[in-house]
Every structure is written in C-alpha cells, then in structure tokens.
C-alpha cells in the first residue's frame, strides 16, 4: 500500500505561482490530477520514476513542470501563470510498481491522495 500526502494548495492571484508537494511512502510513476466540483477528473501532469519522462494536459504545457526528488520520496508540481480556470482540488497518484508507463487515464493509477485546494483569484 501506498500512503501520498499532499500539501502546498493555497489562495493565489491570477499570473501567481504555487508549488505542490507529494510526500510519498513509495515512489513509482507519479501523476498530478485536478478536479472540479461537478466535473470528472482531469490529467494535470505525470513522470516516471527515473524522472526521465514526463508528460502534461496541453492545457498546462508551458506554465506547470512536474518533478521529483527519490531521495526525498517527494512529488513536485511547478505552477506558474497561474488562471482562475485552474482552480481546482489537485491530487497526486500513484501507480504500482510493475506499471512504469506514463498514462494519462486516471484508471491507470492505484494510489490516490487525499487532495488539496488550489483557488486561483482573478
């Protein structure tokens, strides 16, 4: 079982920037989703274990960069210029240890974290 905690949602303006953080009790390839009350999830970002892969929603390229620390067991996810249609409950997940490929299909993840609140003001 894998255990991911989230932090570093918060209030910002519009063209703002924010850091989320993924502690992780394993890391395998990892994901940021989002989601918005009344909406399906939706792929933020995502990046393998080596770090030497990584892949982001076209709506995000450009302005957010995944990535991570293994020593530190932790999940980063950059977000600059950030917009009001941003705003949203972000997650991090995980996949199990056998499944190194990226996906953007969030039924490609098994471990979910509790999420955290990211509200951008314009």
């Known amino acids: 079982q894998v255990q991911l905690v989230e932090s570093g949602g918060g209030l910002v303006q519009a063209g703002g920037s924010l850091r989320l953080s993924c502690a992780a009790s394993s890391m395998y390839t990892m994901a940021w989703f989002r989601q918005v009350p009344g909406k399906e999830r939706e792929f933020v970002a995502a990046i393998r274990r080596s770090g030497s892969s990584t892949d982001y929603a076209d709506a995000v390229k450009g302005r957010f960069t995944i990535s991570r620390d293994n020593a530190k067991n932790t999940v980063y996810l950059q977000m600059n210029s950030l917009k009001p249609e941003d705003t949203a409950v972000y997650y991090c997940?995980?996949?199990?240890?056998?499944?190194?490929?990226?996906?953007?299909?969030?039924?490609?993840?098994?471990?979910w974290g509790q999420g955290t609140q990211v509200t951008v003001s314009s």
């Open positions: 997940a995980a996949r199990s240890p056998l499944r190194l490929m990226l996906s953007t299909d969030e039924g490609a993840y098994d471990y």
